[in-house]
């Protein structure tokens, strides 16, 4: 480990799918030699360095390239290999502590996989000496911020934002229109709003999943479907929204980056919203370490959530695929994202929510919440970013059924832990544990329905549809209009 790169190790490098010329493949060799025991490169030969606190990003097992994931372990390391700490978590330290946590905000790219492996810095002085050579130094070593930030990025930015992408920092609010969906009209109506999941089945036959459906239908705004939770293969998400719509519900369409690539996405998209899905939310998806064996790649997604909103914004804003074909008939599209609110500290979480937003999130679910005192600072860090008048929040909510289901999301769950007090009171309640849950679920949604900045909230039911009657009406939240 050296003083530059602060975490254990560096995965091994990329090698480029073509064979380059001698002299690049010796500017390769050298370039790696230097980056990789500095900054933990691995010749991704699409270099954010710049723009990541000069510590690598793909030393990340997911290759997230737009902050960490809410799977980070409560002592901040990685939980797809929890012998190594979180390297996202290493760059936000590091760029708060130096002052450039801002930067952590533009929306970069995916890998271009034509450059992967090979070198970068041929592409910088390429771009020095078009810029100017004595203009760039100048620029660098002078005094005056502005001239050195614009200078830097004369340079890096065109590297690092190539013109297919154009990623920015800045807030690109969605078109002023008519809500497409009713979770987006009572969102906007100022209600508070009540999302539920169903969980899809493992086979083929939708008796149940309808008989699901039907029992939460008359509590509930929409229904979230989730993609593969935990990594395990079910019924589609996509395929139990068309059941839903069939059966006249608001179906919310979750993806995960996990199992999309750029141009599945795309075209998942255009289809889903062709037989009528209008709320999609973009996860990350679990890494497959927790699922099943035989374990499936938990190396690299090929997209993350913060690139899966800004794709889907401009295919619905500008009618845009990511190579630049256009098309008539955009899709009409309410678009949201999961958030973690502990996973960090608070100013972090609300800097890489503000990303999210900046990207194209128009509503947060956010993972189950047990401590719901603890939402205060991170509201307010949302707050400070003026984030909370951008995006309308559900607050994640579960009935837990037993105390084994409470020992499972604290321990196996990514991004989930529950604090000891709940985890006692659900062991002591022996027989009635299950009831012990329920009350639990209705303390979190007496707490958070007085709080000022939350919208709703999203009950994840954990397999337990039945319950969501009870909640929704001993909370006295009210049934939704239609
Ligand atoms: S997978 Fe998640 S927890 Fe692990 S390094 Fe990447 S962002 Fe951090």
């Not at 029992?215 to 509930?220: A, E, M, N, R, W």
């Not at 370490?289 to 500008?318: A, E, F, Y």
């Not at 999210?356 to 509201?379: C, H, M, S, Y």
């Not at 985890?423 to 709080?451: C, P, T, Y």
Request: charge should be positive; proline fraction near 6%.
């Amino acid at each position: 480990m050296s003083a530059i790169k602060p975490a254990r190790r560096w995965q091994p490098a990329f090698f480029p799918f073509k064979k380059e010329s001698f002299g690049k493949r010796l500017l390769a060799k050298v370039e790696f030699s230097v980056k990789g025991p500095l900054f933990g490169c691995r010749m991704c030969g699409n270099c954010l360095l710049q723009e990541t606190a000069f510590i690598c990003p793909m030393e990340c097992p997911k290759g997230m390239r737009n902050g960490p994931c809410g799977g980070i372990t409560p002592e901040k390391n990685c939980y797809v290999d929890e012998t190594r700490k979180c390297i996202w978590y290493a760059i936000y330290k590091r760029a708060l502590k130096t002052g450039r946590e801002e930067t952590l905000l533009e929306v970069l790219p995916p890998l271009d996989w034509n450059k992967v492996g090979t070198e970068t810095w041929g592409d910088v002085i390429r771009q020095i000496k078009k810029v100017g050579t004595r203009k760039f130094v100048g620029g660098i070593i002078s005094g005056d911020k502005i001239i050195k930030a614009a200078t830097w990025d004369s340079v890096f930015k065109t590297i690092r934002q190539p013109e297919w992408w154009s990623g920015d920092a800045d807030y690109h609010p969605a078109p002023e229109r008519e809500p497409v969906t009713d979770l987006e009209r009572q969102l906007r109506e100022g209600k508070f709003v009540v999302a539920t999941e169903v969980t899809p089945p493992l086979g083929a036959g939708t008796d149940k999943l309808i008989r699901d459906i039907e029992s939460v239908k008359p509590y509930v705004t929409a229904i979230n479907f989730t993609d593969s939770s935990s990594a395990r293969p079910k019924m589609s998400s996509i395929a139990c929204c068309s059941v839903a719509i069939n059966q006249g519900s608001e179906p919310v369409f979750q993806i995960a980056a996990r199992d999309t690539t750029r141009s599945g996405l795309q075209s998942t998209v255009i289809g889903a919203n062709a037989i009528g899905i209008k709320n999609i939310l973009c996860v990350t998806g679990d890494n497959s370490i927790i699922g099943p064996s035989p374990t499936s790649n938990m190396n690299l997604l090929d997209i993350d959530s913060v690139q899966m909103l800004w794709i889907i914004r401009k295919m619905r804003d500008d009618g845009v695929y990511l190579d630049g074909r256009s098309y008539k008939n955009l899709p009409r599209l309410f678009l949201g994202s999961a958030t973690s609110p502990f996973a960090l500290e608070p100013e972090l979480q609300a800097l890489k929510d503000q990303k999210k937003v900046n990207a194209g999130a128009q509503f947060f679910q956010t993972n189950l919440i047990f401590e719901p005192e603890r939402l205060d600072l991170w509201l307010e860090q949302l707050d400070k970013r003026n984030v909370l008048n951008k995006v309308f929040i559900l607050v994640g909510v579960a009935p837990i059924k037993s105390y084994k289901v409470a020992q499972y999301l604290h321990t196996k769950v990514p991004g989930v832990s529950l604090p000891e007090k709940i985890l006692m009171r659900m062991e002591n309640a022996g027989e009635s544990a299950s009831e012990e849950g329920v009350q639990i679920a209705l303390e979190v949604i007496d707490s958070v329905k007085r709080k000022q900045g939350i919208n709703g909230i999203h009950i994840m039911t954990l397999g337990w549809e039945s319950i969501v009657q009870r909640l929704v009406t001993e909370s006295g939240l009210g049934l939704p209009t239609r």
